[in-house]
Structure formats: structure tokens, C-alpha cells
């Protein structure tokens, strides 16, 4: 499930979600800024270190396309490794690059060098639990399957873990017709923001390894935000909108201010004295 912050990934976690994907357009939104490698790899790496202490559960890092060429992308890995990621992603785009959805003009990065930038997160941190995915958008920019394939097989020689392949279809038989055609010579991960309403069983008897919900608590939260925003201008209030928002214990419950509670107990110790005769 995607994740943004702190708050996101608490909420994501206790949904019973067994991983959170670290957004890049989420967290760039979040931030002020568009999906276009305009939030800098150091900034992304802070709402990761915060998400991680917040959710304590397994975060894939959206790493872009590496934010440049090889010596960015083993850097700002190793830098999330640091802070609490559990893997990080990177697409095959030159950089910068641009959102998946958002016009048709998205360059892909020579092969070579993409490999280059794969073997160089590996080996700066080659730690068997960070997981490397290789994300493929020959499709998204226009190019068949033989593409696709083709550097899916070079990314797997590159050392990745899993491959990532991306479409902007509202369904999924290019997605499928990968899938069939990779044998499943390592995980495949797949991102349904535009084919949403293909079950989830049907990944599954594809052989579909992991499926991300890319951006739905953004999203979520932009129209819930819109929709109080409203009332309260139209309503002249909020009265009417406390049945419809979470109260402030759940907020207290999530960011676990019980656990502040019982440390002040312990800690918190009167000084000897105090209150004697």
C-alpha cells in the first residue's frame, strides 16, 4: 500500500498491509512538488526515515529512475538502506523523468547504462534483505514486448530481484502477455492504477508475485480534505462534520501517545523530598 508520511504509513500498517511503498508522486505531492525529479533523493530519504519508525514494516522505496546515473543511485540506496528501507525501485528512464501518466514523451535510458546503475546499487549494499526491483517502462513509452523482455533478461543479469512492469492500459493484457512470456525467471510486480478493476485472483493465477496500490491514500486524502474544506466554508462550521472525521483519540492511538503516557511514569520520577514535612 502507498505511503506518503508518517501518518499514511501507521494507518497503511495497521490495515494489515505487509509492506508500504514509498510514493514518488505521492511524497513529491506531499511535498509541494510535481513528479518529475523535483524533490531531491535527500528529501525522499527523510519521509522514508520517518515512515520506517512510524510503521516498523517492510518499505520498497519509488527510487525513481536512481536520480541520475550510477553514482546517484547507489548513493541515495545506500542512504535509504540507512534509513530503514527495505528495497528501493528504479525505472528505466533517463533522467529526469515524468510521471507514467502524464503526456507520451518519456525517454528510455540506453540498457547498458541501466544495467550499470543496477550492478552499482548491488553492490553498495549487498545486504540480501534490500531488495533491488528493476522497473520496465518500455510499454508506457510506446515500445512492444520484445523490448520489455529484452530488458527484463538484462536487467535479471544485472543483478535484480524482481522486475517491475508498467502500464498505462485500462486493462491488463499487456501486463498478462509479459507475464507469460517471462516465465517467472524472477518476481513480477505490477502497479494497476489504470486496469483497477481486474480481480486480484487473476494476478494471482498469473503468477503475479506483488501488486502495489501506487497512490490511493494520497488520493484518498485529497478528496477527504476537499470535501471537509467545503462543508466547513458552506456550513459556517464544524458541527456537522464530526460524524464524518476520525476523532482525535484514533489520532492519539496511531501515533501511540499511550506509550508517552506510561514512559512519563517510569521516567518521570519525583524528586526525593518533594511534598516532605
Request: charged share 25%.
Amino acid at each position: 500500500m502507498e505511503a506518503h508520511d508518517a501518518l499514511s504509513a501507521a494507518i497503511a500498517k495497521r490495515a494489515g498491509f505487509k509492506g508500504l511503498w514509498a510514493s514518488g508522486l505521492s511524497i513529491s505531492s506531499s511535498l509541494g512538488y510535481r513528479d518529475a525529479n523535483e524533490a531531491s533523493w535527500s528529501e525522499v530519504a527523510d519521509v522514508v526515515e520517518r515512515m520506517a519508525y512510524a510503521a516498523r514494516t517492510p518499505i520498497l522505496v519509488d527510487g525513481d529512475s536512481g536520480f541520475g546515473n550510477f553514482n546517484n543511485a547507489r548513493l541515495v540506496a545506500g542512504r535509504l538502506r540507512k534509513r530503514g528501507a527495505s528495497g528501493i525501485c528504479i525505472e528505466d528512464k533517463a533522467f529526469p523523468k515524468m510521471n507514467s501518466f502524464i503526456g507520451g514523451r518519456h525517454p528510455l535510458a540506453d540498457i547498458e547504462e541501466f544495467c550499470g546503475r543496477l550492478s552499482a546499487v548491488k553492490d553498495t549494499v549487498p545486504d540480501p534483505d534490500f531488495v533491488l526491483v528493476a522497473r520496465i517502462e518500455a510499454l508506457i513509452a510506446g515500445h512492444g514486448q520484445d523490448e520489455a523482455l529484452e530488458r527484463a533478461h538484462a536487467y535479471a543479469e544485472a543483478g535484480a530481484d524482481a522486475i517491475l512492469i508498467h502500464s498505462r492500459k485500462s486493462d491488463p493484457t499487456e501486463i498478462l502477455a509479459f507475464a507469460r512470456s517471462w516465465h517467472n525467471r524472477l518476481p513480477v510486480v505490477i502497479v494497476p492504477t489504470k486496469y483497477f478493476s481486474t480481480p486480484v485472483a487473476e494476478y494471482r493465477a498469473a503468477g503475479i508475485s506483488t501488486v502495489i496500490w501506487a497512490n490511493h491514500n494520497m488520493r484518498a486524502a485529497i478528496a477527504a480534505m476537499r470535501d471537509i474544506c467545503n462543508r466547513i466554508i458552506r456550513e459556517g462550521g464544524i458541527v456537522g462534520i464530526e460524524p464524518d472525521i476520525a476523532p482525535l483519540e484514533e489520532l492519539f492511538e496511531l501515533m501511540a501517545y499511550d506509550e508517552l503516557a506510561a514512559a512519563e511514569t517510569r521516567y518521570l520520577r519525583p524528586k526525593a523530598g518533594n511534598g516532605a514535612a
